[in-house]
C-alpha cells in the first residue's frame, strides 16, 4: 500500500503565495517521479508541475516563472511553491506518486487540497 497525503491549500488573494506539500509512505520501493495536478471546476485535471528521481522538473507553460516544485532529501515529500497567484489558479490540487515494482509502475493519488484565489 501507498499513501499520498497533500496539505498546505487554502484561501489566498491575487497576487499572494502558497506552499503545498505532499508526503508519499509505505511500500515504495523505488519512487520515480511525484506531481502536481490541477482540477478546475468543470475541467480536467491537468499537469501542473512534476519532478523525477533527478530531480528534474517539468513545469505547465502557465506556471513556468511563477511556480516551483522542490523535494526534500529523504525523496519522499515534494513541495510546491506557488508565487503570485491568479484567479485561475484556482481549483483542487492533486499529488500523484509514480511507483517503481520491478517491471510494474503504479500511479497512486492523494484526496486533494483545495486552492482559492479571490480577486
Known amino acids: 500500500q501507498v499513501q499520498v497525503v497533500e496539505s498546505g491549500g487554502g484561501l489566498v488573494e491575487t497576487g499572494g503565495s502558497l506552499r503545498l506539500s505532499c508526503a508519499a509512505s509505505?511500500?515504495?520501493?523505488?519512487?520515480?517521479?511525484m506531481g502536481w495536478y490541477r482540477q478546475a471546476p468543470g475541467k480536467e485535471r491537468d499537469l501542473v508541475a512534476k519532478i523525477n528521481l533527478t530531480g528534474s522538473p517539468t513545469y505547465a507553460d502557465s506556471v513556468k516563472g511563477r511556480f516551483t516544485i522542490s523535494r526534500n532529501k529523504a525523496w519522499n515529500t515534494v513541495y510546491l511553491q506557488m508565487n503570485n497567484l491568479e484567479s485561475e489558479d484556482t481549483g483542487v490540487y492533486y499529488c500523484?506518486?509514480?511507483?517503481?515494482?520491478?517491471?510494474?509502475?503504479?500511479?497512486?493519488w492523494g484526496k486533494g487540497t483545495q486552492v482559492t484565489v479571490s480577486s
Open positions: 500523484k506518486a509514480d511507483v517503481g515494482f520491478g517491471v510494474r509502475t503504479g500511479e497512486y
Open positions: 509505505g511500500r515504495i520501493p523505488r519512487l520515480n517521479a
